[in-house]
């Protein structure tokens, strides 16, 4: 892992053979975000609308012809292959509106056009189709990328520290717990993380994605939320309709199925993206943006990073420069990797088995015993 050398690990910390880990550096950087975006080209951050939409246009086509496919053709297949069909329809059709999603998230950072109007209004049409409140999310996200690594201010994936583990922990730290916990979390994490800030940032009171008084937002936002929510309401409303004009199985065989697979991956990108051993988190007295942002690491999803536009092997030139669209992200940051060198963090394991090992290793953090840097932590799995 990684474009340059490997700090030394704590023997506490060090693991034997293939699966020693490298953590990142810690220490500030002999670099600036000016040094860094000097090295990348600068047409990468020229957004282009025609561009932006040929990608939407290009996803929903795939989107409505694997539709037309499964509502055409499956019921006519014998009952074995249409038990085989739909489930690899949900996949595939969950990865297609996964991209659908990024775009939606790319809308939220201004990354889709150089009209803040037309990505809010991009974005709220292509994420209240797939359940997401935009606005909502564009505003906790945006507060995500601003304090990204910080134990007590990033919004969301925030490791607890030991002290602070449920007493339940321990019994789920074993095979038959970690597959509990992430089955629930693939297929519950997104809905319950917007509707109860389940695995968010704690606040004094009741927090939720749908609630434009709650604590996440401001006063100059709330109107805006009210947006998301009516968004929310029109798209239910549909399905509403849908349900009562062709039954509860259809829509969950054409919707439901996809939408679930929709979900998983969002959590499964967000998760590996901010969870991996060699990343440390910081407190208050160590946290700076430049390092929470380098906190962060690539992953290779094999044929499904092109599906999803890259977001999963780009993810930390995203966090560098969250304007920048997603079509030029991989050559930005083929341009930093030389510049970021050991801080630079990438992982080719296989998603599916990443996610494994990341839930066995990566239970809570704590600093180093006897360290000097009381506010670098570091994941662990003792309990």
């Given at each position: ?14 693991k ?24 990348i080209?600068?047409?990468c951050?020229?957004?282009?609308v ?17 539709y ?6 499956f ?11 739909w489930?690899?329809?949900?996949a ?8 659908v ?12 056009s ?7 209004l ?25 304090n990204?690594?910080?134990l ?10 030991k002290s602070?583990?449920?007493?339940y922990?321990?019994?789920l ?12 979390t ?7 993380y ?10 004094n009171r009741?927090a ?38 062709r ?28 969870t ?8 208050s ?7 929470g ?27 560098l ?10 050559e930005?940051?083929?341009?930093i ?14 998603f ?21 840097s009381k ?9």
């Open positions: 892992m990684g474009a340059g050398g490997r700090m030394s690990v704590p023997p506490s910390s060090k034997s053979g293939s699966d020693a880990v490298q953590r990142v550096p810690y220490s500030k950087p002999p670099f600036t975000v000016g040094q860094i975006k000097k090295a080209p600068p047409h951050f020229q957004r282009s025609l561009r932006s939409f040929s990608y939407v246009v290009y996803d929903l086509t795939i989107a409505s012809i694997l037309y496919i499964a509502t055409t053709y019921h006519l297949l014998p009952s074995p292959y249409s038990y085989l069909a489930p690899l329809y949900w595939v059709q969950g990865s297609v509106l996964t991209g999603w990024v775009i939606a998230h790319e809308c939220g950072h201004h990354a889709f150089d009209y803040q109007w037309l990505d809010d991009v974005g709220l049409v292509l994420h209240s189709c797939l359940l997401v409140p935009y606005f909502s999310w564009k505003y906790s996200h945006r507060r995500h990328h601003s990204t690594g910080s007590e201010r990033d919004e969301v994936f925030v490791p607890k520290q602070h583990m449920r007493w922990s321990e019994y730290n074993n095979p038959l717990g970690r597959i509990l916990t992430l089955t629930i693939l297929t519950l994490g997104w809905p319950l917007l509707m109860f800030n389940v695995s968010g940032r704690p606040y009741f939720c994605h749908y609630d434009p008084y709650g604590p996440i937002y401001t006063d100059r936002e709330r109107l805006q939320i009210f947006v998301s929510d009516a968004g929310i309401l029109a798209a239910c409303y549909g399905l509403y309709r849908l349900v009562a004009l039954g509860l199985a259809w829509v969950l065989c054409v919707y439901g199925g996809p939408l679930l697979v929709v979900n998983s991956f969002l959590v499964m990108i967000t998760y590996l993206q901010h991996h051993p060699s990343l440390p988190h910081y407190d007295s160590e946290w700076d943006w430049l390092r942002a380098l906190a962060t690491v690539d992953r290779d999803y094999g044929i499904l990073n092109h599906v999803f536009h890259h977001i999963t092997d780009t993810h930390v030139a995203h966090h420069f969250s304007t920048m669209p997603h079509y030029h992200a991989m930005a940051t083929k341009a990797k030389p510049i970021l060198g050991e801080y630079y963090q990438f992982d080719g394991t296989p599916y088995k990443a996610m494994w090992r990341e839930a066995k290793e990566c239970i809570y953090v704590e600093p180093d015993e006897g360290a000097q506010g670098v932590f570091w994941y662990r799995n003792r309990l």
